[in-house]
């Protein structure tokens, strides 16, 4: 776990909800902390970062903007990527030609994974500070990289490993050209455990735990890559032992009677009973999935770094709580 800051390449990502985008947020925090040159790439036409950090409008795909001294982030956009990729191909062709030309809907539909890899090259280009091609406008711009790393917030386990298997996909396809050797170095920066690595998002449910392991299973199948580390959000903690719920058990056990007859304090008091069992339940499900994720051994025979965050208990998770999620993966990295 030590090393994972020291990659190239993050990629985040796991079952959707569970909070990708705030640990892959928190981790760029701590990595410009950490002096590192930081970008959080984003995909698709989401923005949601620069508003976190206060930004007055959303920029355009492709736009690297400085949140904060140390850290930028971006958003790529998979269709722009394409749209990017087939100009080099087209000279001057307009944006709007391509988008209303019949071949390249028939080439985005025919080319299974070319939206993926186009968008990864894109990602590689910032680990390696390459030259961007022309934009939507036809303006081309130099990358700010190379980033001493760069951290994807990738989509949700099925769209993610499709993402990651796109050079596979692609190369089926296309086995010489320039982007068949794009591919090939996409590839390469993806299956390379010392410039790239894997986190895992989830929640402490059955149905979230079980969407880990197919996606470490996934990632084995498709890079030959075992995760780096699955970070468990949401955790509650164990407040009462079962001894002590059994003691408040008997203490707020007051009958059967109707409330009127039970008298307001005596009410509460049940009240309280039930839900101090509902926190222990929840809290001991939770430990129960976080139990079987330690007991999961990785092809390489090692369990799995299994990092938990608490429950943030506010109505809105705002940059100062996931600067506070920042601050804990700081201590546990």
């Known amino acids: 776990m030590a090393s994972l800051l020291e990659r190239k390449l993050i990629v985040v990502t796991g079952k959707g909800g569970t909070g990708k985008t705030t640990v892959a947020c928190a981790l760029g925090l701590l990595a410009a902390r950490r002096g590192l040159r930081t970008i959080v790439a984003e995909l698709g036409d989401q923005h949601r970062l620069p508003a976190m950090f206060g930004q007055p409008r959303a920029p355009e795909s492709g736009v690297e903007v400085e949140l904060e001294p140390g850290l930028w982030?971006?958003?790529?956009?998979?269709?722009?990527?394409?749209?990017?990729?087939?100009r080099t191909l087209g000279g001057r062709i307009s944006v709007?030609?391509?988008?209303?030309?019949?071949?390249f809907h028939y080439f985005a539909a025919a080319a299974p994974g070319a939206k993926e890899?186009?968008?990864?090259?894109?990602?590689?280009?910032l680990c390696e500070g390459r030259p961007r091609r022309a934009n939507a406008h036809g303006e081309t711009a130099r990358a700010r990289g190379p980033y001493d790393l760069v951290i994807l917030d990738a989509p949700?386990?099925?769209?993610?490993?499709?993402?990651?298997?796109?050079?596979q996909t692609f190369a089926a396809i296309v086995r010489a050209g320039p982007l068949a050797e794009q591919a090939q170095r996409v590839r390469e920066l993806l299956e390379d455990p010392a410039r790239s690595g894997y986190v895992a998002v989830t929640h402490a449910t059955e149905?979230?735990?079980?969407e880990t392991l197919e996606l470490e299973e996934g990632l084995r199948l498709t890079l030959d890559r075992d995760l780096d580390a699955v970070v468990v959000n949401g955790t509650l903690p164990r407040r009462f032992t079962k001894q002590e719920l059994g003691r408040i058990a008997t203490t707020t056990?007051?009958?059967?009677?109707?409330?009127?007859?039970?008298?307001?304090?005596?009410?509460?008091?049940?009240?309280?009973?039930?839900?101090?069992?509902?926190?222990?339940?929840?809290?001991?499900?939770?430990?129960?999935?976080?139990?079987?994720l330690r007991r999961q051994r990785f092809?390489?025979?090692?369990?799995?770094?299994?990092?938990?965050?608490?429950?943030?208990?506010?109505?809105?998770?705002?940059?100062?709580?996931?600067?506070?999620?920042?601050e804990r993966l700081d201590k546990k990295l």
């Open 73 to 86: 982030s971006t958003s790529i956009d998979p269709d722009e990527a394409l749209f990017e990729w087939l």
């Open 96 to 103: 709007r030609m391509l988008a209303a030309s019949s071949t």
């Open 117 to 125: 890899l186009v968008s990864m090259v894109k990602v590689r280009e």
């Open 156 to 167: 949700a386990t099925g769209h993610a490993l499709a993402m990651l298997s796109s050079p």
């Open 207 to 210: 149905m979230a735990v079980t």
């Open 253 to 292: 056990a007051t009958g059967d009677g109707s409330q009127a007859e039970l008298g307001e304090s005596a009410a509460l008091a049940r009240s309280a009973g039930r839900m101090a069992r509902t926190v222990y339940e929840r809290a001991r499900l939770q430990q129960s999935q976080v139990a079987r």
């Open 299 to 326: 092809a390489g025979g090692s369990p799995p770094a299994v990092l938990t965050i608490p429950f943030v208990f506010t109505p809105e998770l705002d940059l100062t709580a996931v600067r506070g999620t920042s």
